[in-house]
């Protein structure tokens, strides 16, 4: 009777390990540990073309937002604090998208033929790695990723993508006059191929000579440009507790365009973040 019981102990072992990596216990369970790596990859793409992939990685207690480029350049990192509450809930959301996303069938991971997969992987006392289509509700997917969404604040998605559109307005003076004229910079949605369009009013001599616009189309900045104007709009956006001078140039206002718009407004500071994206904008 013992070796019958033990055959079958190491046969079903087997299976499991032939299956799928993930140990699982008594009635099929899953139970993560608290230091495991939950990584969620969600690339931006449409009937037009590429945009880059966002990555959430959530550790034991943070929470960390990351985005690149189809060029492979990070526009973004930022990390934040997870609590412990928050982590419970991930970490039970991820058990039941592990027990769920096993069922499935190749046709039901890709129900949808205009979105891509969203990627889920686990690393630490389990490895796991899977693609499924986030395009119904009501699954444990979409839990997963609403249970991270609500750990996190709001920042990660005011930030900078290239499927958004963007105005910076510099002012200059020690104390902005808004009845002046105003130097623009209008940063247009991303193409496949072309990156993101940009336009500018009163701009400085010379400006965009290196830039061809396409008829009445925004002048395309490349992957390469598009990369590296995103990643300063994104520094003054996370480096904005820090601006502050008493020697200020001038003004300058962050907008992000949609519904609801939002804008950012700090002074034009020497050697700060806020000079740094004026003169990238201002050198293109």
């Known amino acids: 009777m013992r070796r019958t019981r033990a055959f079958a102990l190491m046969t079903g072992l087997a299976m499991m390990v032939s299956a799928c990596s993930l140990p699982q216990w008594g009635g099929g369970g899953v139970d993560l540990a608290s230091g495991d790596v939950i990584t969620i990859t969600r690339t931006s793409a449409g009937m037009f073309g590429l945009f880059g992939a966002g990555t959430t990685e959530i550790a034991e207690d943070t929470v960390t937002s990351r985005y690149s480029l189809p060029n492979g350049a990070e526009i973004y990192a930022l990390t934040e604090e997870l609590a412990a509450p928050d982590r419970e809930r991930i970490e039970h959301a991820a058990e039941e998208y592990l027990q769920w996303e096993r069922t499935l069938s190749e046709r039901a991971r890709t ?32 839990a997963l990723k609403q249970s991270v969404t609500h750990a996190q604040s709001e920042f990660p998605e005011q930030l900078a993508h290239p499927t958004d559109e963007w105005t910076i307005e510099i002012r200059a003076g020690a104390e902005p006059d808004d009845s002046a004229d105003v130097e623009r910079y209008v940063l247009t949605r991303a193409e496949h191929e072309k990156g993101m369009g940009i336009t500018a009013q009163n701009a400085p001599s010379g400006w965009g000579a290196e830039l061809v616009p396409e008829g009445d189309d925004p002048a395309s900045l490349g992957w390469d440009t598009t990369g590296t104007v995103l990643t300063e709009v994104n520094g003054f956006l996370l480096g904005q507790r820090q601006l502050g001078c008493g020697d200020q140039t001038g003004e300058i206002r962050v907008i992000k365009q949609g519904e609801p718009s939002l804008t950012w407004t700090y002074r034009l500071c020497p050697g700060q973040q806020s000079e740094v994206l004026a003169q990238t904008l201002r050198g293109l």
């Open 111 to 142: 129900p949808c033929t205009d979105i891509p997969s969203d990627r889920i992987e686990i690393s630490g006392s389990t490895t796991h790695e899977s693609t499924v289509q986030d395009c119904s509700e009501e699954t444990p997917l979409r």
